[in-house]
């Protein structure tokens, strides 16, 4: 009988060290231990992990090309399907897609796909290789708003079939959520972001910052004056939710989105940086999900006490277990069937506090998760200077309403059928902007899926009398 080789763990950062700073939590793997995991694929012949992968990247031939050592082989055969396998292999909720999938873990663990993405696409950086060839141009122009994963995975695949193509991002850096959202400790950003954008420049992507598209230039524009033949939105879902309880505009109260933007973007934990950030002695961040984490994490690595302040329990926490794992490492503290009520005044238009209240788990709602329910006379307050509110996000409504005939729904997110073609002809969309806050790589597979939409339609227009 074979013997059955352990998932090989991958090495990282020390849980009491990595508080106190902003280095990669992972390490990844190295060769040995790479063909050591790559050796547990059993090379399924219906392989169920491609079909999970919203990009459908090949991935038991690149496994296989691993454990012959053939790294350079293995990152040709992933850039086929995906433009940002480094930051993949970094962010991706594999447990839930490729190896929530892999027939190894219905009797035990899965194969490490994302570990070995990660190490592959790593080798490649290091050894400076890249897979992008320029097509031979088509003579057409298409336009992407947004730079996140969405508009640089719709890009790249325009460019490989010979589109012009250029992006507008309305910040002064491109990546999207990769570059102002995900910190630095889980996704370093030029070690790895800015290198795999750098190869979507590389297919001859033309990206252009600091352009807010419903402000500077229109959709209308885009498509009237300047000759686009179609436009791909991918503008995210950036604008944060509130609670709307009192004393939620005195100063102390910051988005989760805007505290992570302000570290991530503006470098405020970089001393050589002068933008800096209010973090105070005692942190409550309010919410479950992986955006609460990282902004708990990073106030952890600024320097202040954090806790996590969340309605439902530990079982109906949204954030990866993973990031849960090490938000406790790292000494945040948990604070569940817990909700604010109030924030209070210090009688200096500061925060001193939050008064919660104690839930207990009612019915599954519509979600299929155990509503919370208070229990009434619980009340209690908790000391904090900062409460950073991390509820979820929705999109922008900028670019909806200043796009005639641009069809929203209730959500705020714009309508897209199957292959991303909205309510006006030649505009797609796609990722968080049509499916409100999701993930990297459901971005990145409405964004190639947009891609050959668009490569259809523009032909249809050539196909016209
Ligand atoms: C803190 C945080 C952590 C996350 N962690 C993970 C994770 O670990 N794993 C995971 O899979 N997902 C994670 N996500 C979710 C993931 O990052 C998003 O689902 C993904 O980035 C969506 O991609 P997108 O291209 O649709 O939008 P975005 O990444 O939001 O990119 C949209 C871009 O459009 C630009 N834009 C917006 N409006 C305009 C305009 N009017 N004109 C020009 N440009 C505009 C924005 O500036 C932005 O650069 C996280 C999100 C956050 C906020
Ligand atoms: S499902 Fe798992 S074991 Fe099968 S090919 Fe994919 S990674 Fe390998």
Known sequence: MAVKIPRTPAREQDPAARATNFDEVCYGYNSEEAMLEASRCIQCKKPRCIEACPVSVKIPQFIHEVLGGRFAEAARLIAQDSSLPAVCGRVCPQETQCEGACLLGVKGEPVNIGKL???????????????????????????????????????????????????????????????????????????????????????????????????????????EDEKFSAVFIGSG???????????????????????????NLMKAYDSRYDTPIYVGRRVAVVGGGNVAMDAARTAKRLGA?????????????????????????????????????????ADSGWVRGLRCIRMELGDPDASGRRSPVEICGSEFDMEADVVIMSLGTSPNPLISSTTPGLERNKRGCLVANDVGATSRPGVFAGGDAVTGAATVILAMGAGRTAAKAIDEYVRSLNACP
């Open 117 to 223: 993405e990660r190490f592959v696409a790593d080798q490649s950086m290091s050894s400076n290789l890249t897979f992008a060839e320029k097509a031979a141009p088509n003579g057409r122009r298409v336009a992407i708003v947004g730079s996140g994963p969405a508009g640089l995975a719709c890009a790249t695949d325009l460019a490989k079939m010979g589109y012009s193509v250029k992006i507008f991002e309305a910040l002064h850096k491109a990546g999207g959520v990769l570059e102002y959202g995900i910190p630095e400790f889980r996704l370093p950003k030029e070690r790895v972001v800015k290198r795999e954008i750098d190869n979507v420049r590389r297919l001859g992507v033309e990206i252009e910052t600091d352009v807010v598209v419903g402000r500077t230039v229109t959709i209308d524009s885009l498509m």
């Open 237 to 263: 879902a950036g604008l944060p939710k509130f609670m709307g309880i009192p004393g939620e505009n005195l100063n102390g109260v910051v988005s989760a989105n805007e505290f992570l933007t302000r570290a």
């Open 305 to 345: 006490d954090v806790c996590i302040v969340y309605r439902r329990s530990e079982k109906e926490l949204p954030a990866r277990v993973e990031e849960v794992h090490h938000a406790k490492e790292e000494g945040i503290a948990f604070h569940m069937l817990t909700n604010p009520v109030a924030i209070l005044d």
